[in-house]
C-alpha cells in the first residue's frame, strides 16, 4: 500500500491516470483487508470525492491566517476545501 501511494506521488506529474490508478488500488487494498491507512497516506485522498490529490500537482495548499494556525487543502477536482490544524 505504501509502496503505490509513493509512486503515485511521483507519477503525479507526468501520467495522472496512472498515479489515480495507482492510488485507488491501494485504497482497494486497504479496504477489502480491512487494514487502516496511516495518517500521512489518508491525507493524500480529497475527504469529498475520494480521490488521490498530490501536494502541489492537483491540489491547492495555502497556510491559514486566522488566530488558530492551519493548513488549507483544496482539491483540484471537486474544490473542495479542508483545514487540519497545527499544533503547538
Do not use: D
Not at 479496504?31 to 498530490?54: D, G, L, Q, V
Request: charged share 25%.
Amino acid at each position: 500500500m505504501q509502496i503505490l501511494i509513493k509512486e503515485a506521488i511521483s507519477n503525479a506529474r507526468k501520467n495522472p491516470t496512472l498515479s489515480q490508478r495507482q492510488a485507488s488500488l491501494a485504497r482497494k487494498i486497504s479496504t477489502k483487508h480491512r487494514i487502516r491507512m496511516p495518517y500521512e497516506i489518508k491525507m493524500n485522498f480529497c475527504k469529498k470525492c475520494k480521490s488521490f490529490i498530490a501536494p502541489g500537482v492537483n491540489s491547492r495548499i495555502r497556510l491559514g491566517r486566522s488566530p488558530v494556525k492551519s493548513i488549507r487543502i483544496t482539491c483540484g477536482f471537486c474544490n473542495h476545501t479542508y483545514r487540519k490544524i497545527i499544533s503547538k
